[in-house]
């Protein structure tokens, strides 16, 4: 099974309401991932997700979130912005990691394939955690136990989310607006094209 450290987090980061303690309890939607890329940028990522999918066929999964022992000595005095930083970016992978595989173990009905997805899913958690720097997976296991249990960590936590949800939604609205002036300057570079006749 994921973890409940993983759909813990997971589920406060995509709603954004609740805390990391406690089950997500918001009614606000995760906004959708967007597309992007050529076709044969799609193609090159299912052909690299193929032979990943194959490798990991003959390599059963044995990473696992609650496998691993917590940090010690991490508290809200002790933990830096840095690493408080590095937690929420790992929260947005572990996020990542949810949307890719929730849908499909809840729609799974073999026991055993459903049993093969989590533990693929917890292995991906670990990993996502693993590639994220200034972050190793005992630190964030040690973090969200100990946000668990210290209020003031636990909102440290909740305002560097909407600090980085602030900074992601601004720099996807710049991106758009610079998309739409580009498309904009394509089109008055058209209509200002003399015409020959």
């Known amino acids: 099974m994921i973890s409940r450290i993983a759909i813990a987090t997971a589920a406060a980061l995509s709603l954004g309401t609740a805390s990391i303690a406690q089950e997500a309890t918001g009614t606000e939607e995760s906004t959708d991932s967007q597309t ?11 052909e690299s997700q193929n ?58 009905t073999d026991g055993e394939k459903r049993a093969e997805l989590m533990a693929y899913a917890n292995d991906s958690i670990v990993n996502a955690i693993e590639v994220i ?28 989310i909407k600090v980085a949800a602030a900074e992601g939604k601004a720099a996807q609205e710049a991106a758009e607006e610079e998309a739409e002036a580009g498309e904009g300057t394509e089109d008055g570079a058209e209509s200002e094209a003399p015409q020959t006749e």
Do not use: C, M, W, Y
């Open 133 to 160: 720097a200034d972050i190793t997976p005992a630190e964030f296991k040690a973090i969200d136990i100990a946000a668990q249990q210290d209020e003031e960590l636990n909102q440290r936590i909740l305002d560097e």
């Open 51 to 108: 032979a990943e999918t194959q490798q990991a066929a003959k390599e059963p999964p044995t990473k696992s979130l609650e496998k691993i022992e917590p940090a010690e000595g991490i508290s809200n005095e002790t933990l830096t912005d840095e690493k408080l930083s590095a937690f929420v970016q790992a929260l947005a992978a572990i996020n990542a990691v949810g949307q890719h595989f929730v849908p499909k173990i809840e729609a799974e």
């Open 36 to 46: 992007t890329g050529a076709e044969t940028t799609g193609t090159q990522n299912a």
